[in-house]
Protein backbone atom coordinates (compact mmCIF):
# COMPACT_ATOMS: atom_id res chain seq x y z
CA UNK A 1 0.00 0.00 0.00
CA UNK A 2 1.27 3.48 -1.13
CA UNK A 3 0.65 4.92 2.46
CA UNK A 4 2.16 2.01 4.33
CA UNK A 5 5.83 3.98 4.83
CA UNK A 6 3.20 6.70 6.52
CA UNK A 7 1.73 4.97 8.97
CA UNK A 8 4.87 3.25 10.55
CA UNK A 9 6.42 6.58 10.54
CA UNK A 10 3.34 7.81 12.37
CA UNK A 11 3.49 5.55 14.97
CA UNK A 12 6.78 6.07 15.72
CA UNK A 13 6.31 9.92 15.70
CA UNK A 14 3.81 9.70 17.65
CA UNK A 15 5.49 7.90 20.56
CA UNK A 16 8.96 9.89 20.29
CA UNK A 17 8.22 13.54 19.71
CA UNK A 18 8.12 15.65 22.59
CA UNK A 19 8.65 19.07 21.45
CA UNK A 20 7.74 21.25 18.25
CA UNK A 21 9.90 22.56 15.50
CA UNK A 22 9.20 26.02 14.01
CA UNK A 23 8.17 26.28 10.35
CA UNK A 24 9.07 29.86 9.60
CA UNK A 25 7.94 31.39 6.41
CA UNK A 26 9.63 34.24 6.18
CA UNK A 27 13.62 35.05 4.95
CA UNK A 28 16.78 36.31 6.84
CA UNK A 29 17.73 38.05 3.81
CA UNK A 30 14.92 40.36 3.73
CA UNK A 31 15.28 43.27 5.80
CA UNK A 32 12.69 43.18 9.17
CA UNK A 33 10.59 46.16 8.35
CA UNK A 34 9.53 43.84 5.28
CA UNK A 35 8.82 40.59 7.01
CA UNK A 36 6.02 39.39 9.01
CA UNK A 37 5.67 35.32 9.03
CA UNK A 38 2.28 34.64 7.82
CA UNK A 39 2.34 31.51 10.58
CA UNK A 40 3.93 29.36 12.40
CA UNK A 41 3.66 25.88 12.85
CA UNK A 42 5.32 22.73 13.44
CA UNK A 43 8.13 22.21 10.86
CA UNK A 44 8.23 18.83 8.92
CA UNK A 45 11.46 17.65 6.74
CA UNK A 46 14.44 19.42 7.67
CA UNK A 47 17.29 17.60 9.71
CA UNK A 48 15.42 14.19 10.41
CA UNK A 49 12.52 14.47 7.01
CA UNK A 50 11.21 17.58 7.33
CA UNK A 51 10.76 19.93 4.05
CA UNK A 52 12.50 23.22 3.91
CA UNK A 53 11.43 26.36 5.13
CA UNK A 54 8.84 28.60 3.27
CA UNK A 55 9.70 32.09 2.98
CA UNK A 56 7.27 35.17 2.83
CA UNK A 57 7.90 39.23 2.56
CA UNK A 58 4.64 39.62 3.56
CA UNK A 59 2.89 43.19 3.99
CA UNK A 60 0.61 41.94 6.89
CA UNK A 61 0.89 39.71 9.59
CA UNK A 62 -2.02 36.77 9.41
CA UNK A 63 -2.97 34.89 12.92
CA UNK A 64 -3.62 31.28 12.42
CA UNK A 65 -7.46 30.54 13.16
CA UNK A 66 -6.60 27.21 13.82
CA UNK A 67 -6.98 23.57 11.36
CA UNK A 68 -8.94 23.72 8.28
CA UNK A 69 -11.68 21.41 7.59
CA UNK A 70 -9.30 19.66 5.32
CA UNK A 71 -6.53 19.63 8.06
CA UNK A 72 -9.11 18.23 10.66
CA UNK A 73 -10.06 15.56 8.26
CA UNK A 74 -7.00 14.18 7.71
CA UNK A 75 -5.88 14.37 11.17
CA UNK A 76 -8.60 12.09 11.51
CA UNK A 77 -8.15 9.55 8.77
CA UNK A 78 -4.55 9.08 10.14
CA UNK A 79 -5.71 8.46 14.00
CA UNK A 80 -7.74 6.25 12.92
CA UNK A 81 -5.53 4.68 10.42
CA UNK A 82 -3.22 4.05 13.83
CA UNK A 83 -5.52 2.27 15.77
CA UNK A 84 -7.17 -0.43 13.06
CA UNK A 85 -4.87 -0.41 10.06
CA UNK A 86 -7.46 -1.17 7.83
CA UNK A 87 -7.93 -1.33 4.04
CA UNK A 88 -11.17 0.80 4.12
CA UNK A 89 -8.90 3.27 6.46
CA UNK A 90 -5.80 3.26 3.61
CA UNK A 91 -8.60 4.48 1.52
CA UNK A 92 -10.36 6.88 3.56
CA UNK A 93 -6.74 8.46 4.20
CA UNK A 94 -5.98 8.74 0.40
CA UNK A 95 -9.31 10.61 0.21
CA UNK A 96 -8.22 13.24 2.66
CA UNK A 97 -5.04 13.80 0.85
CA UNK A 98 -7.23 14.20 -2.68
CA UNK A 99 -8.86 16.82 -0.24
CA UNK A 100 -6.57 18.56 0.86
CA UNK A 101 -4.69 18.55 -2.50
CA UNK A 102 -7.41 20.01 -4.11
CA UNK A 103 -8.00 22.94 -1.78
CA UNK A 104 -4.18 23.98 -2.13
CA UNK A 105 -4.90 23.92 -6.23
CA UNK A 106 -7.82 26.01 -5.58
CA UNK A 107 -6.32 28.94 -3.81
CA UNK A 108 -3.03 29.04 -6.00
CA UNK A 109 -4.97 29.12 -8.94
CA UNK A 110 -8.19 31.10 -8.13
CA UNK A 111 -9.11 33.93 -10.35
CA UNK A 112 -9.84 36.58 -9.05
CA UNK A 113 -6.78 36.18 -6.41
CA UNK A 114 -6.45 37.57 -3.06
CA UNK A 115 -3.01 37.49 -0.70
CA UNK A 116 -4.99 35.71 1.67
CA UNK A 117 -5.36 32.81 -0.21
CA UNK A 118 -2.08 32.73 -0.26
CA UNK A 119 -1.57 32.82 3.52
CA UNK A 120 -4.16 30.42 3.94
CA UNK A 121 -2.56 27.82 1.46
CA UNK A 122 0.67 28.15 3.08
CA UNK A 123 -0.86 27.09 6.77
CA UNK A 124 -2.85 24.05 5.10
CA UNK A 125 0.32 22.98 2.82
CA UNK A 126 2.64 23.23 6.19
CA UNK A 127 0.17 21.69 8.64
CA UNK A 128 -0.38 19.01 5.54
CA UNK A 129 3.30 18.14 5.39
CA UNK A 130 4.05 17.91 8.99
CA UNK A 131 1.49 15.02 9.30
CA UNK A 132 2.79 13.17 6.10
CA UNK A 133 6.64 14.27 5.76
CA UNK A 134 6.90 11.23 3.62
CA UNK A 135 3.39 11.49 1.19
CA UNK A 136 5.06 12.68 -2.33
CA UNK A 137 2.15 14.51 -3.23
CA UNK A 138 1.49 16.30 -0.26
CA UNK A 139 5.09 17.66 -0.27
CA UNK A 140 5.48 18.11 -4.11
CA UNK A 141 2.63 20.76 -2.82
CA UNK A 142 4.16 21.76 -0.35
CA UNK A 143 6.76 23.02 -2.71
CA UNK A 144 4.39 24.44 -4.94
CA UNK A 145 3.21 26.60 -2.05
CA UNK A 146 6.45 27.52 -1.17
CA UNK A 147 7.45 28.76 -4.38
CA UNK A 148 4.19 31.35 -4.43
CA UNK A 149 4.95 32.45 -1.32
CA UNK A 150 8.75 33.30 -2.89
CA UNK A 151 7.50 34.87 -5.97
CA UNK A 152 4.43 36.84 -4.48
CA UNK A 153 6.67 38.87 -2.00
CA UNK A 154 9.14 40.53 -4.76
CA UNK A 155 8.47 44.49 -4.60
CA UNK A 156 8.27 46.51 -6.72
CA UNK A 157 10.92 49.67 -6.18
CA UNK A 158 10.06 52.45 -8.56
CA UNK A 159 10.64 53.67 -11.78
CA UNK A 160 14.28 54.39 -13.53
CA UNK A 161 14.84 57.35 -15.07
CA UNK A 162 13.99 55.67 -18.63
CA UNK A 163 10.86 54.59 -17.40
CA UNK A 164 11.54 51.07 -16.62
CA UNK A 165 9.99 49.40 -13.09
CA UNK A 166 12.34 47.86 -10.68
CA UNK A 167 12.06 44.99 -8.84
CA UNK A 168 13.50 43.19 -5.94
CA UNK A 169 12.92 39.90 -6.28
CA UNK A 170 12.42 37.91 -2.64
CA UNK A 171 15.69 35.64 -3.34
CA UNK A 172 19.26 35.67 -1.49
CA UNK A 173 22.01 37.73 -3.48
CA UNK A 174 19.82 38.66 -6.25
CA UNK A 175 19.87 42.20 -7.25
CA UNK A 176 16.84 44.69 -7.63
CA UNK A 177 16.49 44.31 -11.46
CA UNK A 178 14.55 46.74 -14.26
CA UNK A 179 11.81 45.78 -16.55
CA UNK A 180 10.24 47.37 -19.36
CA UNK A 181 6.47 46.44 -20.46
CA UNK A 182 6.62 42.98 -21.96
CA UNK A 183 9.36 41.85 -20.18
CA UNK A 184 8.89 38.75 -17.75
CA UNK A 185 10.18 38.65 -13.92
CA UNK A 186 10.53 36.19 -11.40
CA UNK A 187 9.98 33.72 -14.15
CA UNK A 188 5.93 33.90 -14.35
CA UNK A 189 5.29 37.87 -14.25
CA UNK A 190 4.71 39.22 -17.26
CA UNK A 191 4.73 43.25 -17.03
CA UNK A 192 1.39 44.26 -19.11
CA UNK A 193 1.48 48.44 -18.35
CA UNK A 194 3.18 51.10 -15.58
CA UNK A 195 1.03 53.56 -14.53
CA UNK A 196 3.00 56.30 -13.64
CA UNK A 197 5.71 55.70 -10.64
CA UNK A 198 3.25 54.31 -8.15
CA UNK A 199 1.57 50.87 -9.98
CA UNK A 200 2.54 48.50 -12.23
CA UNK A 201 0.07 46.02 -13.58
CA UNK A 202 0.96 42.19 -14.90
CA UNK A 203 -0.16 38.80 -15.70
CA UNK A 204 1.10 35.53 -13.53
CA UNK A 205 1.44 33.01 -16.33
CA UNK A 206 1.94 30.44 -14.10
CA UNK A 207 -1.51 30.66 -13.26
CA UNK A 208 -3.48 31.32 -15.94
CA UNK A 209 -2.70 34.65 -16.84
CA UNK A 210 -4.53 35.91 -13.84
CA UNK A 211 -4.06 39.91 -13.72
CA UNK A 212 -1.96 41.46 -11.14
CA UNK A 213 -1.39 45.16 -10.10
CA UNK A 214 1.74 46.34 -7.91
CA UNK A 215 1.88 49.61 -6.20
CA UNK A 216 5.00 51.02 -4.80
CA UNK A 217 6.73 49.12 -1.81
CA UNK A 218 4.04 45.96 -2.65
CA UNK A 219 4.24 42.63 -4.21
CA UNK A 220 1.86 41.41 -6.74
CA UNK A 221 -1.66 41.55 -5.25
Known amino acids: MKNEGTVRWFVNWVSVRNKSMSLRLYPSFVPIFLITPLLMSNGCGREGGAPPEIYTNAPAPMMSTGPGPEIVALKAAIATLVQKDSSEDRIELDE????????????????????????????????????????????????????????YRSVYMGLTEDGRARFKENRPRVETEMYAIGDLFAGRFRITSIIGKRQVKMVDEKRGNRALVCELGFGPK
Open 96 to 151: RIKGVLERLNGLLNADPWRSQMLNEASQIASEAAELLPDDAGILAMFSEVRQDAID
